[in-house]
Antibody, heavy 127, light 111 residues
Framework: QVQLAESEGGVVQPGKSLRLSCAAS????????MVWVRQAPGKGPEWVAL????????NYADSVKGRFNISRDNSKNEMYLQMNDLRAEDTAVYYC????????????????????WGQGAPVTVSS | QSVLTQPPSVSGAPGQRITISCTGS?????????VHWYQQIPGTTPKLLIY???NRPSGVPARFSGSRSGTSASLAITGLQAEDEADYFC???????????FGGGTRLTVL
């Protein structure tokens, strides 16, 4: 069955960097868009970034644009989130999820539901 | 402040019907973008409950249904059960933000 597993998060000082990975199994990764969604304690989810099924198109929330980079390696069945210049407000549990729509790109991916989620990676930004 | 507005909490007795609203604007739900709903039991991962306004993934009971009208959407749960106690979130796309937007979530308490 479909499984998504994030790498461990961690505690990072403000201004530092952290890279999360998401290992996919049980489906053909190259067939689907993938997203990162975060959730701060006691808050609703916040979409962070999306990559199209082939990695050629990427979209970011304004709150992370210029600081975060989403990428994927379909040959390794993995997706990544490189987070730079981390701030206290980036503290959250980070989930990777796959789009319900196949081979979506751009706005069609952004309109898709996300039908499978990982278990989440907690990230704390604190000095 | 979330772009999509949900009531913070709703409650109902076992067997009752409840609805959870998700209010947007003309740049998201009102322009026709689909709405999706998730259930999150505290401490667990969000689970897709309804996609494309009114479709249930396999395995989701028919007690759960969704609808969309104008700038709002609703999730209805009939025959309320204790296991339905959870947080519920709506999701859509916003053309002004060019991105995915979520509601702030509604905590359902089964009395």
């Amino acid at each position: 069955q479909v499984q998504l597993a994030e790498s461990e998060g961690g505690v990072v000082q403000p201004g530092k960097s952290l890279r999360l990975s998401c290992a996919a199994s049980g489906f053909i990764l190259s067939g689907y868009g993938m997203v990162w969604v975060r959730q701060a304690p006691g808050k609703g989810p916040e979409w962070v970034a999306l990559t199209s099924h082939d990695g050629t198109r990427k979209n970011y929330a304004d709150s992370v644009k210029g600081r975060f980079n989403i990428s994927r390696d379909n040959s390794k069945n993995e997706m990544y989130l490189q987070m730079n210049d981390l701030r206290a407000e980036d503290t959250a549990v980070y989930y990777c999820a796959k789009t319900y729509l196949k081979k979506c790109s751009g706005s069609s991916c952004l309109q898709s539901a996300f039908d499978h989620w990982g278990q989440g990676a907690p990230v704390t930004v604190s000095s | 402040q979330s772009v999509l507005t949900q009531p913070p909490s709703v409650s109902g007795a076992p067997g009752q019907r409840i609805t959870i609203s998700c209010t947007g604007s003309r740049s998201n739900i009102g322009i026709g973008y689909d709405v999706h709903w998730y259930q999150q039991i505290p401490g667990t991962t969000p689970k897709l409950l309804i996609y494309d306004n009114n479709n249930r993934p396999s395995g989701v009971p028919a007690r759960f249904s969704g609808s969309r009208s104008g700038t709002s959407a609703s999730l209805a749960i009939t025959g309320l059960q204790a296991e339905d106690e959870a947080d519920y979130f709506c999701q859509s796309y916003d053309s002004n933000l060019s991105g995915v937007v979520f509601g702030g979530g509604t905590r359902l308490t089964v009395l």
